[in-house]
């Protein structure tokens, strides 16, 4: 894409900001098209705003992080920066009851859970996501972000996720070679036809929205509400991994989502938080059993 003007801000937030700590949960595998480290340390997201495609650049720089933005959805993009860094989150009322999460807390004390304030956006991934390995996942996200997103504004190598009407457009055989099969597929159709009403603020009503769609369940919920409106209570209940996690780093076994609910229930409000300390802080029982296996449904 031909080189254009960048839009600048720069925000100097009340505590150290880890800019990729805290947009880490926004790249889907390192061949993320719409996501990017450049050797300068430098975050660079591809995003498709109200206003239009957008592209922004992130670097902290002392105590003030520098942002750059390129395209229609630029201005967007520069306002959503304190948000999208964890402004709105407020971790105060956290009060860690096991030692794991006291050392997690005193370590990652300047962590915070931002948000996009892109539902659809972070929605798509989160489908393509269910019941499956990420790398099968992530394989998928890279064809169909690659074939169907646009360049993206600015002097980078990234695409724009599409937009909803693009998303309802794809073609089935598309799909299929993404990796993708018709059930999932079906879901983000479904999802991007009505993508406007999923919008908002309000978490709960986000929730009730998302999940009076056919295909999108508990989970699928939560991580969307995890990333979009930076929910710190959103649990990935359902989740291959996360029961294990919080069980073996809380009581030392195993537990299933039950058992999770009740060892989170102390942490209500919070319990997002929980689960992303844990693990960020590595806690994983050991692998005895087979793993998920990766499939490829284009050989189907």
């Known amino acids: 894409m031909l080189a254009q003007e960048a ?16 947009l880490s949960p926004h790249r889907r595998g390192t061949g993320d098209p719409a996501f990017a480290i450049t050797p300068d340390g430098a ?6 705003t109200p206003d239009g495609p957008g592209t922004l650049r992130l670097l902290a720089c002392g105590a003030q992080i520098e942002a750059e933005a390129w395209g229609p959805g630029a201005s967007w993009l520069l306002d959503g920066v304190p948000e999208l860094l964890g402004a709105a989150d407020d ?12 050392q997690a807390a005193i370590r990652l004390r300047h962590f915070r859970i931002g948000r996009t304030r892109n539902v659809f956006e972070a929605l798509v991934p989160a489908v393509l996501e269910q019941k499956v390995v990420g790398k099968e996942a992530w394989r998928a996200w890279r064809y169909l972000v690659r074939e169907f997103g646009e360049p993206a504004p600015g002097p980078l190598d990234l695409r724009v996720p599409p937009p909803p009407r693009t998303w309802v457009m794809i073609p089935s055989w598309e799909w299929h070679k993404s990796g993708i099969e018709a059930v999932r597929a079906r879901t983000i159709i479904g999802a991007a036809r009505v993508a406007s009403r999923l919008e908002g603020d309000d978490t709960e009503e986000v929730d009730r929205r998302l999940r009076s769609l056919r295909g999108i369940g508990v989970w699928t919920s939560a991580e969307a509400r995890q990333r979009a409106l930076g929910d710190a209570d959103a649990v990935s209940v359902g989740d291959y991994h996360i029961p294990g996690i ?4 809380l009581t030392g076994r195993k537990v299933d989502d039950a058992g999770m609910l009740e060892l989170l229930a102390p942490y209500a409000g919070h319990r997002y938080r929980v689960t992303r300390m844990l693990e960020l802080s590595g806690a994983a029982p050991p692998r005895r059993g087979p793993r998920m296996p990766v499939r490829d449904y284009r050989r189907f």
């Open 246 to 249: 919080v069980g073996w780093a």
């Open 43 to 48: 975050v660079w997201r591809a995003s498709t």
């Open 7 to 22: 839009r600048t801000r720069t925000w100097r937030p009340p505590w150290p900001v880890d800019v990729g700590l805290t």
């Open 91 to 102: 971790p105060s009322s956290f009060r860690p009851e096991h030692e794991i999460l006291r």
